[in-house]
């Protein structure tokens, strides 16, 4: 398992923002609240299975 200390994480405008348009919520909540968290890491996974299988049709299409 990885593990991440969002408190040692330099955040940068650019990743404030960033999380702001796909979250909704700045990375002080989502370091704060395990279930937003969780929340925003399902969403993740989703996006990028959907991403993993158009992937794969473009490729057989090709």
């Known amino acids: 398992?990885?593990?991440?200390h969002l408190s040692k994480l330099?955040?940068?405008?650019e990743m404030?923002?960033?999380m702001h348009q796909s979250h909704?919520?700045?990375?002080?909540?989502?370091s704060q609240d395990l279930?937003?968290?969780?929340?925003?890491e399902k969403?993740?996974?989703r996006?990028?299975?959907q991403a993993f299988r158009l992937t794969g049709v473009?490729?057989?299409s090709a």
């Open 35 to 40: 279930e937003k968290r969780i929340d925003v």
């Open 10 to 13: 330099n955040v940068t405008t």
């Open 24 to 30: 909704g919520m700045s990375y002080a909540e989502y």
């Open 16 to 18: 404030e923002k960033a």
């Open 43 to 45: 969403e993740r996974e």
């Open 47 to 49: 996006e990028y299975k």
């Open 58 to 60: 473009v490729r057989r």
């Open 1 to 4: 398992m990885i593990s991440i």
